[in-house]
């Protein structure tokens, strides 16, 4: 048939032969908001969203003033955020705007801030864990039972897990004892475990 789209040989690759499998827990990426309503966070992520926050405070950064040939006739025009002035005869701008405006950030949003600070307290109290950098798994403690189970889970095969005496274990109990190895942090009043 002519004109047909070939068919993408790499559609028919089995999921199971996926060489880059997603990691375990919940990925955000820098743009997406992170809470304390998740199950998982990983400490990479935090630290990424803190920089994309960051990343939009105003500049203040003042560019030098041109000497130019108008100065004694033409009134100069100064920009109310970054401060810099300008010609209106050498340097024409729409409505007088600043023509360093694409410089500008947007100012953050109330709750942009206020995740922002949550974020830094967390990223503070996470630089106790020597590798926080490079990636630290915090569980929410109300999940960290179903997290202390899959644990075990990836430990041991799977065929020997729904056998006894896997299938009566007291997971609280173990869960307790495993939360032992970990440190807490606390995100806006939510407990989360992390080693």
């Known amino acids: 048939m002519i004109g047909a789209i070939p068919e993408d040989p790499f559609d028919r690759i089995p999921a199971e032969w996926n060489f880059y499998p997603e990691p375990k ?59 810099s002035s300008w010609c209106s005869v050498c340097t024409p701008t729409p409505s007088a705007r600043c023509p360093f405006e694409y410089e500008h950030a947007e100012p953050l949003t109330e709750e942009e801030e206020g995740e922002l600070t949550l974020l830094r307290e967390v990223a503070k109290q996470g630089e106790t864990f020597s590798d926080w950098t490079d990636g630290v798994t915090l569980v929410r403690y109300s999940y960290f039972e179903r997290y202390a189970q899959e644990y075990a889970d990836d430990m041991i095969p799977s065929d020997v897990t729904v056998s006894w005496p896997f299938t009566c274990i007291d997971w609280e109990q173990a869960a307790r004892e495993m939360q032992m190895d970990y440190t807490t942090i606390e995100f806006d009043g939510i407990d989360y475990y992390g080693r």
Not at 33 to 39: G, P
Not at 55 to 69: I, M, P, Q, Y
Request: include cysteine; proline fraction near 0%; hydrophobic fraction near 25%.
């Open 25 to 83: 827990g919940t990925t955000v990426s820098d743009t997406d908001e992170i809470t304390n309503y998740e199950d998982i966070l990983d400490s990479r992520d935090i630290i990424a969203r803190i920089e994309y926050l960051e990343s939009f405070t105003l500049t203040t950064e003042h560019h030098e003033d041109v000497d130019c040939d108008h100065s004694d006739v033409v009134a100069r025009t100064t920009c109310g955020t970054c401060e």
